[in-house]
């Protein structure tokens, strides 16, 4: 499979838990993005990594969430303290450094009780 | 945060019928993309377009680039019932973007058999 996978696809957690999800991009992409995206509207950016480098974090990411790419491959998100309007659906997307047609993955359906 | 305005918000049709569907933006844009949501799943790229004016074709899609750069437009010929589904515009700035996307807020399309 060459595709992005994300795990786990849903995720349902009680509000103050920390949570942690997982995108493992398309294996020759070295560009990497999160997006969140709430029922009946797009996908907005949350940050973006260009190999293990974060580059840019929307406003939209507040300090409880951080997101790491290691050794440049596979990347985590995690939200602490997670609140109910933190619920939304988290997709990963990646790309090459010279290509703009970014490939998503199925997404986290995150559910905060 | 900011998104582009894409119309209509939804179409109901009769299988066999054509469709169009546009997006515009008060920014330029130096990418267009257009992609596919089916629920719980994440976006799948339709087309992609690179230059203003260009008219590119996948299948029974066809997508053109506005010639202002801030707009683009996506017809379906002969619709089918697998066409169902949420269709997104999205666009990338170019520069100091990182590549990120703006995406509009999606065009729910239903095909009646």
């Known amino acids: 499979d060459t595709g992005v996978s994300q795990n786990p696809r849903h995720k349902i957690t009680k509000r103050g838990q920390n949570v942690t999800f997982r995108c493992d991009p398309i294996?020759?992409?070295?560009?990497l993005y999160w997006y969140r995206q709430t029922l009946g509207q797009g996908p907005e950016f949350l940050t973006y990594f260009q190999n293990e480098a974060q580059l840019e974090k929307s406003r939209l990411l507040s300090d409880r969430f951080s997101a790491e790419r290691p050794k440049g491959s596979f990347s985590t998100l995690e939200i602490q303290r997670t609140e109910q309007g933190d619920s939304a659906m988290y997709l990963c997307?990646?790309?090459?450094?010279?290509?703009?047609?970014?490939?998503f993955g199925p997404g986290t359906r995150l559910t905060v009780l | 945060g900011q998104q582009l305005n894409q119309s209509p918000q939804s179409m109901f049709i009769q299988e066999g019928e054509d469709v169009s569907m546009n997006c515009t933006s008060s920014s330029i844009f130096n990418t267009w993309l257009w992609y596919k949501q089916d629920p719980g799943e994440g976006p799948v790229l339709l087309i992609a377009l690179y230059k203003a004016g260009e008219l590119t074709s996948n299948g029974r899609l066809t997508a053109q680039f506005g010639i202002t750069r801030k707009d683009s437009f996506l017809n379906i010929s002969a619709s089918i019932p697998s066409d169902v589904g949420i269709y997104f515009c999205a666009g990338n700035a170019g520069g100091t973007s990182y590549g990120k996307l703006t995406f509009g807020q999606g065009t729910i399309l239903t095909v009646h058999p």
């Open positions: 997307a990646s790309t090459t450094f010279r290509h703009n047609e970014q490939f």
């Open positions: 294996s020759e992409h070295n560009r």
